[in-house]
């Protein structure tokens, strides 16, 4: 996501999502802070209670699993702190919190899914939760795609399961599913790639889309 104007409390929008009628975004580095945006343009600063920042690099929305304390079928918030420029990671953290109430200024305290990949550290922008399940495209180039197992305890570090390799020689920078799970987008500084979320997991070709007549910056 580009540099954000009327946000100027986050210069480097790293992820952004929906969820209860609002945008949710943040910026890689700094304090553990959401911003939420509500439909008029309205800003509110979310501290993110129990998290640290290394480097978040995306935000997605899902269900809060059966396992989650909270009201049954409420809708929970992930940040991934994957960013790995370095290559230096011995484990990245997904944090998981409830969607924080409209006018609430911290959430309730987030619980941390450690991960460690299966052959060595990258560097990652991009979380996507799917009907498949919960995976992580790396930026390199070509990107790789690593998945969470069904298992995963808070406080615990899991192992993560290499799926496939993208044929799409871009840089991922972010990714997204619809909410009825089919679609999986993924997108770079410049293109947008769009599959159906079995062709997503089998590597079957995605609609490219040609995004450099916006002129973004990073």
Do not use: M
Request: charged fraction near 20%.
């Amino acid at each position: 996501v580009g540099r954000a104007r009327f946000l100027p409390a986050v210069p480097e929008a790293s992820g952004i999502t929906v969820a209860a009628g609002a945008l949710w975004t943040h910026n890689d580095s700094d304090a553990p802070v959401l911003f939420r945006v509500d439909s008029g343009g309205r800003v509110t600063p979310v501290t993110v209670a129990g998290a640290e920042v290394r480097d978040w690099e995306d935000v997605a929305s899902a269900s809060c699993p059966a396992s989650t304390k909270g009201t049954p079928g409420e809708t929970c918030l992930y940040i991934a702190d994957i960013g790995d420029n370095s290559g230096s990671r011995q484990r990245i953290t997904i944090y998981q919190v409830p969607v924080p109430a409209p006018g609430t200024t911290s959430t309730k305290i987030a619980e941390a899914f450690h991960a460690t990949y299966p052959d060595h550290p990258h560097d990652a922008e991009a979380l996507l939760f799917a009907t498949p399940g919960t995976f992580i495209v790396t930026k390199e180039v070509p990107a790789r795609v690593y998945q969470f197992g069904t298992s995963l305890k808070p406080g615990e570090t899991a192992r993560l399961t290499f799926v496939r390799t993208l044929n799409e020689k871009v840089r991922i920078t972010g990714a997204a599913a619809s909410p009825d799970g089919r679609w999986v987008a993924l997108r770079s500084n410049t293109t947008l790639l769009i599959y159906k979320v079995e062709d997503f997991v089998k590597g079957a070709a995605p609609v490219s889309v040609d995004l450099q007549g916006f002129k973004e910056p990073q």
